[in-house]
């Protein structure tokens, strides 16, 4: 399962990693243009709906990309935990809200985002692309803060603080 799946980039790659792929996104005109590109996919189903009440156990890979931070933290991680099948993994691609500890990171995040961003999108844009046309929130809660929820609701969760003010954090459920 791909959270807050978006236009449905990554859900394209998980289908060719996994026999089925359910890609949840919120926003309507998002999940739109995700189910109209992946029509033709018959092991990728996308609904148009926020994550929650999700099957126990019904999941052996639950991806957060940018999205973690668009829902409660706890009861997210909680219920992305009942979810996941024996030895099933939760990967999530965050991004936290900027503290004076992470000053380093954000003046080398600084330097590089407009040198990527040139590498990633070297014309001039009219417009932003579909897939960055979905709401944004800013990150309300800091590495720190989201490291002592995920590591009291995931137990042995690995956490890593990155550049451009995201973290990658992965979980693997008991066997």
Same mark, same amino acid.
Request: proline share 8%.
């Given at each position: ?10 859900v394209?790659h ?10 949840? #996104?919120p926003d309507?005109g998002?999940?739109?243009t995700a189910?109209?590109?992946?029509s ?6 996308? #609904?148009q709906?926020p994550?929650?009440h #999700?099957?126990?156990?019904g ?7 940018a999205?973690?931070?668009h829902?409660p ?6 219920e ?20 004076p ?8 995040s600084l330097?590089f985002?407009?040198?990527v961003?040139?590498?990633?999108h070297p014309?001039?844009a009219?417009?932003p ?13 800091s590495?720190?803060?989201?490291q002592?929820?995920?590591r ?13 003010w ?6 693997t459920?008991?066997?």
């Amino acid at each position: 399962m791909d959270v807050g799946c978006g236009t449905g980039k990554l859900v394209v790659h998980l289908s060719r990693l996994f026999p089925e792929v359910v890609g949840v #996104e919120p926003d309507p005109g998002a999940a739109a243009t995700a189910a109209a590109h992946l029509s033709s996919f018959a092991s990728v189903r996308i #609904e148009q709906r926020p994550f929650g009440h #999700e099957e126990p156990g019904g999941y052996d890979l639950i991806v957060f990309v940018a999205s973690l931070h668009h829902m409660p933290l706890a009861a997210t991680l909680h219920e992305a935990k009942r979810s996941m099948r024996r030895r099933g993994r939760i990967v999530i691609v965050g991004l936290a809200r900027e503290t004076p500890a992470d000053t380093p990171l954000s003046l080398v995040s600084l330097a590089f985002n407009p040198l990527v961003g040139l590498m990633r999108h070297p014309g001039r844009a009219t417009q932003p692309s579909s897939h960055m046309q979905a709401p944004t929130v800013a990150a309300t809660e800091s590495f720190e803060e989201i490291q002592r929820v995920a590591r009291r609701v995931l137990p042995g969760i690995r956490m890593r603080r990155r550049l451009f003010w995201r973290y990658t954090a992965t979980w693997t459920s008991p066997g």
